[in-house]
């Protein structure tokens, strides 16, 4: 077994062990319910279930955050952080090391809203990181590809469609806000994009195939990163269109 495939391994067992309590909670309980969720709203891409899950997840965390009086901005710093080094790891190819931190970015990237929450400090400014944290997490995860893919024109090229789509789906629900509109629940949204860009880069050490360049330069191409990738660049520049087209109709009925 190579070392990329410990934190995939350590990954998937711990999302076992989370779908295992869940599901033991909801024979209990019933479903959780977040106010959260149900303001983000899902898509066919993210179901409601699997969001409510990992907000029940994390719950237990944001807790011990708030007694160890670690606050929301710090959090967004650490999911920066983690995510600068994932974007690393994609850039020399650690597919399953980049899983692992891009996950734990995600999770900081949640416990930071709902640690705001919690202790009443959710503020303009704290928004203003949150949104610039999000955008350079998501550069560093693609950027990383883009050096990785750098001797493969055909997936450096996806990649690029990637980034360009999820950075115009954000722009897109910006600029709605921006004009006092209420942006479209449509689909690949950050939460979409990022879990399964994560789930390509986790799955990817299990089928790595190498090719030949015309440089002669050997690569490793994982699929699952590629499908992925192709998810993403496809989806989120068709999202991106439909909602700046829609945007631009919707002066007159206040929503989009």
């Known amino acids: 077994m190579t ?4 934190p995939v391994l350590f990954l998937f067992g711990i999302t076992a062990l989370t779908v295992l309590l869940y599901g033991v909670r909801v024979l209990k309980k019933g479903q959780a319910h977040f106010d959260r969720v149900d303001q983000q709203g899902d898509s066919f891409l993210l179901s409601k279930g699997l969001m409510e899950i990992g ?8 807790h011990f955050f708030v007694m160890c009086h670690v606050s929301a901005n710090q959090i967004s710093w650490c999911s920066l952080v983690f995510s600068f080094f994932a974007g690393t790891c994609l850039a020399f190819g650690h ?12 999770m900081m990237d949640s416990l930071d809203g709902m640690v705001a929450r919690m202790t009443g400090v959710s503020s303009d400014a704290g928004e203003i990181l949150d949104a610039a944290v999000d955008r ?5 995860f693609l950027g990383g590809l883009v050096l990785y893919y750098r ?14 789509g999820s950075f115009m789906v954000s722009y897109s629900t910006a600029k709605a806000e921006a004009l006092g509109l209420t942006p479209c629940k449509c689909s690949m949204r950050r ?3 990022a879990f399964y860009l994560t789930l390509g880069a986790a799955l990817s050490p299990f089928t790595i195939v190498w090719f ?13 990163m590629v499908i992925a990738l192709g998810l993403v660049a496809v989806l989120s520049n068709f999202s991106a269109i439909d909602r700046l087209f829609a945007l631009a109709k919707s002066s007159q009925t206040g929503s989009i």
Do not use: C
Request: charged share 15%; aromatic share 22%; hydrophobic share 60%.
């Open 151 to 164: 001797e493969f024109p055909v997936f450096l090229v996806l990649t690029l469609l990637a980034l360009v």
């Open 55 to 62: 907000y029940w997840f994390f719950q237990p965390f944001a």
């Open 191 to 193: 939460p979409e994009r």
């Open 136 to 140: 350079y997490a998501e550069f560093f």
């Open 95 to 106: 597919f399953g090391f980049a899983a692992g931190l891009a996950a734990l970015s995600g």
């Open 212 to 224: 030949e360049t015309n440089r002669d330069y050997s690569i490793a191409v994982a699929h699952p």
């Open 3 to 6: 070392l990329d495939l410990i």
